[in-house]
């Protein structure tokens, strides 16, 4: 009996090639998936000394931040605001959806300040006002 002979193609003998194509194509799809539905937390922008308290609760990340400073200044996004915006801010933000609303108020801002942003709040329509505290 003769041995037999395989011959191989051409394209057989410069070596197998392997598309990326398809697989970056998943990875980039993945990446956006991913980017799309991270909730990014938006942050004050100030420095607040939270008040302690033995019962909290944690709440949904997606939610209204506002913060009342130790020098009594109202800050929302990064930028003071006057008392008077309040009310319009909140009742913008529930309108396109009902978050609820998260005060971090520091410990040596006048109460009252803090009062009148929260009625402002309740005011715009807010039904979920909450205080950021610390827990002990």
């Avoid at 956006?32 to 937390?41: E, P, Q, R, W």
């Avoid at 003071?80 to 040596?108: F, H, Y």
């Amino acid at each position: 009996m003769r041995p037999r002979r395989f011959y191989l193609s051409e394209s057989a003998e410069k070596g197998v090639n392997v598309d990326l194509s398809p697989l970056i194509d998943v990875v980039f799809l993945l990446l956006i998936f991913f980017i799309v539905t991270t909730v990014f937390v938006e942050d004050t922008g100030v420095d607040i000394q939270k008040p302690r308290a033995t019962a909290s609760v944690d709440l949904e990340k997606n939610s209204i931040l506002l913060a009342v400073t130790s020098d009594n200044r109202i800050v929302y996004g990064k930028e003071e605001i006057s008392l008077n915006r309040v009310r319009g801010i909140v009742a913008r933000q529930i309108r396109q959806k009902d978050v609820p609303v998260i005060i971090q108020a520091d410990t040596a801002s006048r109460t009252g300040l803090f009062v009148d942003v929260q009625d402002e709040c309740k005011l715009a329509g807010a039904r979920r006002v909450f205080i950021s505290t610390v827990q002990e």
